[in-house]
Every structure is written in C-alpha cells, then in structure tokens.
C-alpha cells in the first residue's frame, strides 16, 4: 500500500499540469509582438543588458496569481494609477488559487499590542527582529483593513464570533486580540475571493492573461527586476514591468521536493489548488532573495485516497488525489465516538480529540519520524471504528457541506459522501470486516496488534480515563460490535507560508536585508508566519501585503523612463 502511494505521488510528480494549456485571447493581446521572444541563456540566467531584451509587451506593473493577494494588489495598483498585467497560470475556471476553495475568512487584530504578543507567543517568541516588524506592522494594519480596503467591495462584512478568535486560547495575550470575519455570512464559497474578483473587473487598466505562467524574472545587471519571462501560448516571451513585478504566486503544496526539504515527513497531500508549485519562491531565488519562515506548513488530519474521480480538468492526477475529511472526535457527537486512530502497526499513537488548531495541534504526531525503525509510523495511519460508527454517518464527509467549496475537492469533484459508507466500502475507500482480525489482514497488520490495541482501549475508555495520551473522558466510547470499519488517513496540507522574506512594504529582500529593486511578494508566496499561527490570518495578509506592495511599486519610477 505504501508502495502505491510512492508510485502515485511520483506519478502526479512527473505530470504536467499544464500540458495541452491553451491560451485563450492571448494571440489578440501580443499580436505579432508574441515574436519577441525571450533572450535569456538556455541555463535560465535572469540577467541581460536591457538594450538586449526584446519586449513581446510592456505595462507599469506585472503581477504573478490571481488569488486574494494578486486580486489585492492588482486592485491597488489600478487605484494607484499604474497599468497592470496580471499573468494566472490556470485556465480561468481553475483560477484563484487556495483563495477561491479556502474558507474566505479574515482575522484581524483588535488591539495591535496584544496581537503582536499573541502572534510571537504562537511561535513560542521564536521571531528574529525583521518578523517582529513585520508582524508589528500587520497587526496595525489589519485593525483599518475593512475600512481601508474590503468595504469597497460588494459584500456585507460579517463578524463571526467565537471562530479562531482567538484559535490558541491557552497562548498569553490571545484575549480580545483578534476577530474574525467572512463575507455575507457564507464561510466558504469563495466569498471575499468572489467579491474582490468582481471588484477587479471595475478596475481600470488591469488586463488578466489566464495559462500564462510567469517563469522567470528579468533583471538589469544591476539586479533590479524589469521584466518577467512567461509562457504565452506556448511560446516564452518577455515582458517588460516599467514599475515592478508582484509575486502572488501561493505556496509550495504541490511541489514535491521542495515539501520534501522543508517539512521533513511522506506523503503528504495539499488540499488547496494545484498549481501553487512554488514558482515564485524560486524565481525569487534565482535573483537573490532570502527565505523565511520554510517551516511552516501546515499539515493535519484530514484526507482519503479517492481513486477513480475526476477533480477538475485533469489538474489532479484521478489516481490518487484525496478528499478532505474530518475524522476527529472533538465533538461529543453521539454515536460516533468509538473510534481510535492506529499506527502501521496497529498502535494507538496520539489523542484523539487534540485540537487541529490549523492542523498545528496535530502535525507532529503525525509527521514524527521513528529514527530507529527509520519510517514515519503514522504516515498514513487508520481510522478504526465499529459497526455503531460506521453506521452512524458518514465516515468521511466533505469539509463543510455539499455545496460548499471549501478544499479543492469539494469544488472540483461534485462527490457526495454516502450516510451509510456501502458504496464508499464498496468503492475500496474504506474496509469492512466481520472481525478485527480479518480488518487487520485487510490492513497488512499483525491482527494480535490491533486485537490488543482495542482491548486496552476499550478498558480505558469504561474506566473513563486514558491512561496512554489523555483523550477526554467524555469524549471516549468503547468500541462494540463488529464489522469493523477502517480508513487509510493521510494528513492534508491547507498550505505552506514559507518563502521570499519581505519588508512592511513587501518589498522582496536579499540575504542581507536589502530590498530587490522592482520585486515584490505578497500573500502565501513569502508569508510572515512561522510555526503556528490564527486561522484567517493568510487572508488578511493577501490583502494588507497586496496593498503595501502594489502602494509602493506604482510610486516608483519607470525603469526606463
Ligand atoms: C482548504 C483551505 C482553506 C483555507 N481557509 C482559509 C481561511 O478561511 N482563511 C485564511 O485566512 N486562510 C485560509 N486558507 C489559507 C489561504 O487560503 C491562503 O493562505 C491564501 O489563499 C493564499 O492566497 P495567495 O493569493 O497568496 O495564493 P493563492 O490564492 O493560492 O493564489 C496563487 C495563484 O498563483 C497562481 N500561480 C502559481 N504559479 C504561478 C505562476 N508561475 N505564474 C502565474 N500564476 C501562478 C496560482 O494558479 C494561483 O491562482 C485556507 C487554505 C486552504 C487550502
């Protein structure tokens, strides 16, 4: 089984996303100028003289991606008066990023001091001095972010009491310094993503190309950015950014070596979109940037192996792409609280009723890495539950309902879990078994394992007390009669923040904290979060960093003027 997934994940590796991508309208929008392809050495070198560089195109201000942190920056930009390009890699039905199939939530702090606190406490004061100013600058600009940016849109901003507000309670300083909001009401359902899209289409001078990545940054032999090398209908061309260039390029989550390198656990999924492969981390890179807060990916429990769906215009390899699922008992929900989550071997391994807190309260259960038996034991792990439970509702669901868009899967695939799980037993998402010992042969574990393993559980869970990790009392039902159900649960990736460090302008920064002239990052690509941190915060920070950025660049001067 874990074979497969290897073979499956390399497979989804090696396919092109984008193979087959045509552009729609380009031809009309560079004409003949689409011959003005790009100059740079067969190795990708970025740097040219720019007498050299011949231009398919040229406008104040490009921007790479199109969700919440482009649509912010190109938004401002226009308001600021600068031409600007948007270049989105997806096809437009595709487009918006892990903005569009997120929770469209926002969480702004209500008193700058405290949110400050409370964000270092998250990171367990692990923050170096650029981060505290940064984060400094954040928290006071969220306090005006409604007033100062969202309320232009078309959308009635709801408060949301009680959600992530604060999400770590327990943190010194979390109290009254944060607050959460959605539009209309509605979490879920491209709300803010929906709205500022409009929004977008009321702006003057901003141009959208859909499947028009941007592949590298052009820069003079001063290392200022100038320009960006995109794919235009197949062809490279050059595109000349008079003001700057505006990285909104989302995170890393389907980049497979570069998940590898900063968060040392396999396999993992990403449930956001697929084509956040972290292009723009390494365009930035290749002109000299500095990293931050790469450790930061945010990874809990949550996900299937779905085999034989379609998610949407063969982005996702059908193969192997998984749903996104709760399977947690942090609700005294009745009838579903006998189950337990098992090793490889058939062992308990953590509580589980752990908050997910963004999936920080579990990653490290999950990602641990037996360095004596040299495996990651509970990547993947299983959910083991009894006929009460597996009869109960749905053993996965999607993660809010059916109509929403919550996760890539929900808005992609149109799968509708069944109340009664047959069909998914049927389908071969989930096992059944009259006994445990014949789950457990399913499962390729030792069946005297798992036998002994919901033996000591049951005792503990009629005593009311779990002696191993803790599961609450209240919270623990031991588990009855057969069949016995089980899942194969792999952690889901919401997103990654890591990536080019920036300043309170979103200036991009070399290593020794110099901006890059002409460069910008904003939103997931670069964000100012390490370790943990308040569900919500990656929205408003798409769009404080949106602003900063496209604020800044159109207050420049033209390169060439
Ligand atoms: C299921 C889920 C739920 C979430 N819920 C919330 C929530 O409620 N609140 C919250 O604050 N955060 C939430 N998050 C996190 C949040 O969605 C992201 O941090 C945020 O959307 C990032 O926005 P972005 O604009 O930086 O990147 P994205 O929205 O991911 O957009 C990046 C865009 O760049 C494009 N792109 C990639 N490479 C290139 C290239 N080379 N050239 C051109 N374009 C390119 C992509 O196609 C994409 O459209 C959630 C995440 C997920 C996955």
Known sequence: MEENVMEARQSLSRRDLLKGAGLVGATAVFGAALSGCASQGEDGTTLAATADVEWARETDIVVLGMGAAGLAAAITASREGAETLVLEKSSEEDSGGNSRVSGNIWCVATDEAAG?????????RIADQDTVEYLTAFMKAGMTLNDDFLIDFDMDIVELPGVYAPEHPGVPHSDGCSVVYCANGTVGESALWEAMRV????????????????????????GAVIGVVANVEGAEVNIKARKGVILCTGGYEFNDSMIENTYPAWPLFGRGTPYNTGDGIKMAQKVGADLWHMNCTQMGVGQIKVPGLD????AYDSDIITTAVHFTVTEPTEGRLSLIHVDKHGKRFMAEDRPDRHSFGRREYLGWYDGIECEWPNLPFWLITDAATGTAGPLGVASNNESSKFSWFNAHSGYEWSEDNAPEVERGWVLKADTLAELASMMEVEAADLEATVERYNAM???????DFGRAAELMAPLGAGPYYALQVFPAIYNTQGGPKRNTKAQTLDPFGEPIPGLYNCGECGAGFGWVYNGGWNMAECCITGMWAATDAAARDAWDA
Do not use: H, Q, S
């Not at 400050?116 to 367990?124: I, R, V």
């Open 116 to 124: 400050l606190e409370y964000a270092l406490n998250c990171a367990n």
């Open 199 to 222: 929004g977008l289409d009321e702006c003057e001078n901003v141009e959208v190309l859909y499947e028009a990545p941007g592949l590298r940054l052009i820069t003079d032999a001063d």
């Open 311 to 314: 998610f949407g215009n063969g």
């Open 461 to 467: 869970a009629t005593a009311g007390v779990d002696e």
